[in-house]
T-cell receptor, first 111, second 117 residues
Framework: DAKTTQPPSMDCAEGRAANLPCNHS???????VYWYRQIHSQGPQYIIH???NNETNEMASLIITEDRKSSTLILPHATLRDTAVYYC????????????FGAGTTVTVRA | GAGVSQTPSNKVTEKGKYVELRCDPI?????LYWYRQSLGQGPEFLIY????????DSGLPNDRFFAVRPEGSVSTLKIQRTERGDSAVYLC???????????????FGAGSRLTVL
């Protein structure tokens, strides 16, 4: 699976949008972009995934560039409960059971 | 159940002892996964079950680690002759492996924290 690069940490103001970048310049055509997050003392939680098109669900939006070499996870209105480590993962459909977590981005939402 | 349940939530043992960690997946989920997370790092894949069989155990670090899922639901991760380096949070996840392509969403439990003294 392709490697991803994320900033180690970022702060966000409560109520504002949080934009989390992820680079995956070696992504191949059959690989999906997944986002999970891990709140302290909990297991990782699925947020969203996409292949080519932008995606939106009740938790977040995923914007994937046209060349697919990078993506941005958007939390539209961050709350204190969104403080967590956010993991961007690229995974091939054929290898869809094995998530390769990197170090992720530690997001701190401040009041 | 409503979520993935793992027991015990905390386990403290002495070096050289045997440990079992249990995972109850979401009812009906055919796929089950074990991951291990050391302090300050992301989770690392250990083993994946599809039904009763281990489809991929390539992440198990050595032969002291073994996992079973005899009836295709509950799974037990077994660690023999524990070492201090085995201290970590052991995470279990399950999925139903259905849905659109690429949509294999894993639901994780809260983990079992193992401390080897």
């Amino acid at each position: 699976d392709a490697k991803t690069t994320q900033p180690p940490s970022m702060d966000c103001a409560e109520g504002r949008a949080a934009n989390l970048p992820c680079n995956h310049s070696t992504i191949s055509g059959n690989e999906y972009v997944y986002w999970y997050r891990q709140i302290h003392s909990q297991g990782p939680q699925y947020i969203i995934h996409g292949l080519k098109n932008n995606e939106t669900n009740e938790m977040a939006s995923l914007i994937i560039t046209e060349d697919r070499k990078s993506s941005t996870l958007i939390l539209p209105h961050a709350t204190l409960r969104d403080t967590a480590v956010y993991y961007c993962i690229v995974r091939a459909r054929s290898n869809d059971y094995k998530l390769s977590f990197g170090a992720g981005t530690t997001v701190t939402v401040r009041a | 159940g409503a979520g993935v349940s793992q027991t015990p939530s905390n386990k403290v043992t002495e070096k050289g002892k045997y440990v079992e960690l249990r995972c109850d997946p979401i009812s009906g989920h055919t796929a089950l996964y074990w991951y291990r997370q050391s302090l300050g790092q992301g989770p690392e894949f250990l083993i994946y079950f599809q039904g009763t069989g281990a489809a991929d155990d390539s992440g198990l670090p050595n032969d002291r680690f073994f996992a079973v899922r005899p009836e295709g639901s509950v799974s037990t991760l077994k660690i023999q002759r524990t070492e201090r380096g085995d201290s970590a949070v052991y995470l279990c996840a399950s999925s139903d492996r259905t849905g659109s392509p690429g949509a294999n969403v894993l639901t994780f439990g809260a983990g079992s924290r193992l401390t080897v003294l």
